[in-house]
């Protein structure tokens, strides 16, 4: 049971990947990194597990300096994106593989790989070899190896992407549930934005470098610090408009493609905008554009005539692309709505939601 | 006949949900089978024909010729008359009840046992030397290129160099025991002697040799994924533990292909035996491939030749088939095949 320190961490292999990245990971926290893939999310996990040599840096582990430390003496745990099962073992023996290098012995060990396999569910697969069985179970028993070594931190990296939609929905419930996992410090890395929020107690999303931002699910799907973090959370992603600012008497309006689209900014968000002109990028959340029927109230919305170019039923929502002024605009709508392409559409803008972000290096303008 | 007319399964499934045969559209029964795109039929009758000819000619005709030969009298004499007398399984008693042929099959053993063994295991042990021990990839190219230029000579010309360097009077070999001080000046090892000439063919095939399954195994220790090695550091295995619960299990197959090439190639050891010894002294480095290979072509008695050539054909084809089994039941295991 320890937390983890990350200090100023540095690894470069052609290019510098992590660069000064700090990041503490509390006992018991379930800390979840997102970010596009070759971004260097796997790097980090390596450098925490002692796979890499930092080129600079600290990193701890309990207050101990492990920096220097090899793999096997940080109790660390890792499953690997590939599951790294040892395709000549059975289920079992690879499960049992940690405790068979401490020389634990037979007893303890059948019992608790025993253990571990009935809470993964695996326990009727333990004389199968890793070719024999699904996906779902190679990643159970690269869990379940990683469980009964009973590490202080535990690193899991992409655990769950290569699974078909029905599985990963039912391991991610086992993530929540895991108590093993949840009593001490995980690092959990994923390119789904999804997971990350579901899972993760705090999050952090991964750039060029290191770590955008970091923090509560809520806080970087409402306020993310810059137009990159905004982009990788939320699906369909946000929507991005190149607008120049025209003060236009107490009001100010961002102008869009060519002065095409026109809104009015919201008053709360003047000031951070410092009222004047410039250019910025306004960011606007699908859900956060209504299509609004004929004769509709605009309800404070900003109201924006539109022509439909696409609109996908998904089911549970619908998706729809409209154009407007040059301008495609994405927005979340009912799944039961019909468009036909061409179709003369009126949008809701809820202005007092939308997202600015500096033209240059893209932060967001309410800090 | 649009799609929606096509006639369609009267009862779809079957108990076990699979969809039950016919009736099926009427193209299906109406179709053409076996339809070639080769315009001409003697084109694939030529291109097979042609080196069927030449396999009979040059494997088929002279295998059955030395069965027909194995049960007959043949010798030099009655192959220029023509004249030769069928004997029964004589020249096989006559094979299976000489001294010379016994004495010749422990050569053989004792061969596979130091030789073909000794090579795979040291060839395995400098694998795992070359891919865990040594850093640098540029020190691993030359390493390899080194150990594996013996096996780029002829082996007769590589039996005449260990014959100049295990000359007893002034031999190198000798002479560097001397040097060492492991050997009084004046005395000398007689190394192709015989107690001795056995095991000098042997030196010097593992010298020649050692680099194939050296070669094979390292590539199948570059081939195995990196990943598991990695689970490994954080669990925290010990490299022995490693080598013995992860690599060499996983690299057992590749050890015994490369244990059943040497092996193969040790029914056919005769150039460094016919360089280095003849087979002596007095028939003491004799293996039974160079038996047979005196035996025909050299005194020309045909017959016991023939019979030695087929016993050896036999039990190669016997054991080989086993090990072929045993990967075969391997892979299988492992899901590869």
């Known amino acids: 049971m320890a937390r983890l320190e990350l200090q100023e961490i540095c690894k470069g292999f052609d290019e510098p990947v992590l660069d000064r990245l700090s990041l503490t990971v509390e006992e018991g926290e379930f800390f979840v990194v997102v970010g596009p893939s070759g971004i260097g999310k796997t790097t980090l996990l390596r450098c925490v597990a002692g796979l890499e040599v930092l080129d600079a840096g600290r990193v701890l582990i309990g207050g101990t300096d492990v920096t220097r430390i090899p793999p096997y003496r940080r109790r660390v745990a890792m499953t690997f994106e590939s599951y790294a099962l040892y395709p000549h073992l059975t289920v079992f023996e690879n499960i049992a593989s940690p405790l068979r290098a401490r020389k634990a012995d037979r007893a303890a060990l059948e019992r608790r790989v025993g253990e571990v396999a009935r809470l993964l569910r695996i326990d009727q697969l333990l004389d199968r070899k890793p070719h024999e069985i699904s996906g779902g179970q190679k990643q159970r028993t690269a869990l379940g190896r990683t469980l009964v070594a009973e590490p202080d931190i535990f690193l899991l990296d992409e655990p769950i992407s290569h699974l078909d939609a029905k599985i990963r929905h039912e391991l991610r419930r086992q993530f929540h549930t895991l108590e093993e996992l949840r009593r001490v410090a995980t690092i959990y890395v994923t390119h789904d934005y999804a997971e990350a929020l579901s899972l993760g107690d705090r999050i952090g999303i991964m750039g060029r470098g290191g770590l955008e931002q970091v923090g509560t699910a809520r806080e970087v799907f409402q306020r993310p610090t810059s137009l990159f973090v905004a982009r990788h959370m939320g699906q369909p992603s946000i929507n991005e408009l190149a607008c120049e600012l025209a003060a236009e008497g107490d009001a100010v309006r961002a102008v869009a493609g060519g002065g095409s689209v026109a809104f009015a900014v919201a008053p709360a968000h003047r000031a951070a905008l410092n009222g004047g002109t410039g250019r910025l990028t306004v960011g606007i959340r699908p859900q956060h554009i209504a299509v609004l029927p004929e004769g509709a109230a605009a309800d404070g919305r900003q109201i924006v005539e539109a022509r439909v170019e696409i609109f996908e039923a998904l089911g549970a929502t619908g998706v729809l692309i409209a154009e407007t002024g040059g301008v495609s605009l994405t927005a979340l709508t009912s799944p039961d709505a019909r468009f036909e392409p061409g179709q003369p559409i009126r949008l809701g803008l809820a202005t007092d939601s939308f997202l600015y972000f500096g033209a240059d290096g893209g932060r967001n303008l309410h800090g | ?337």
């Open chain 2, 1 to 337: 006949m649009s799609v929606d007319q096509l006639p369609l399964p009267a009862a779809a499934l079957d108990d076990a949900g699979r969809a039950a045969a016919g009736p099926y559209p009427d193209w299906f029964s109406k179709r053409r089978r076996g339809r070639s795109l080769i315009v001409n039929p003697l084109v694939p009758a030529v291109m097979v024909g042609l080196p069927v000819l030449v396999i009979i000619a040059i494997v088929i005709y002279p295998t059955v010729w030395m069965f027909y030969h194995a049960f007959h009298d043949t010798n030099m004499m009655s192959l220029f008359t023509r004249n030769w007398q069928a004997v029964g399984w004589d020249n096989f008693a006559l094979v299976l009840s000489s001294d010379r042929f016994a004495d010749s099959v422990l050569h053989l053993l004792r061969y596979l046992l130091f030789g073909a063994c000794l090579q795979v295991l040291l060839g395995t042990a400098l694998a795992q030397i070359l891919y865990e021990v040594v850093q640098s990839n540029a020190l691993r190219i030359v390493l390899l290129i080194v150990m594996v230029l013996p096996m780029m000579l002829p082996p007769s010309i590589v039996g005449v160099l260990w014959k100049f360097l295990l000359q007893a009077d002034n031999g190198a070999f000798n002479h560097l025991l001397i040097k060492l001080g492991m050997l009084a000046p004046t005395d000398r090892i007689e190394w192709l002697d015989a107690d001795l000439a056995l095991w000098s063919l042997i030196i010097a095939d593992v010298w020649q040799w050692t680099a194939l399954p050296l070669l094979i195994v390292y590539s199948g220790r570059v081939s195995l994924p990196p990943a598991i090695y990695e689970a490994a550091r954080v669990d925290g295995a010990s490299r022995w533990l490693v080598l013995r619960r992860i690599t060499l299990p996983m690299l057992k197959e590749i050890i015994a292909i490369a244990f059943i090439i040497r092996f193969m190639d040790a029914y056919k050891f005769v150039d460094k035996v016919y360089v280095m010894t003849a087979g002596g002294p007095a028939q003491r480095s004799e293996l039974p491939v160079f038996i047979a290979f005196q035996k025909g072509i050299r005194e020309f008695q045909v017959g016991e030749a023939a019979a030695y050539a087929i016993i050896i054909f036999v039990v190669a084809a016997i054991l080989i088939t086993l090990f072929l089994q045993y990967l075969k039941r391997v892979l299988k295991a492992q899901g590869i095949a």
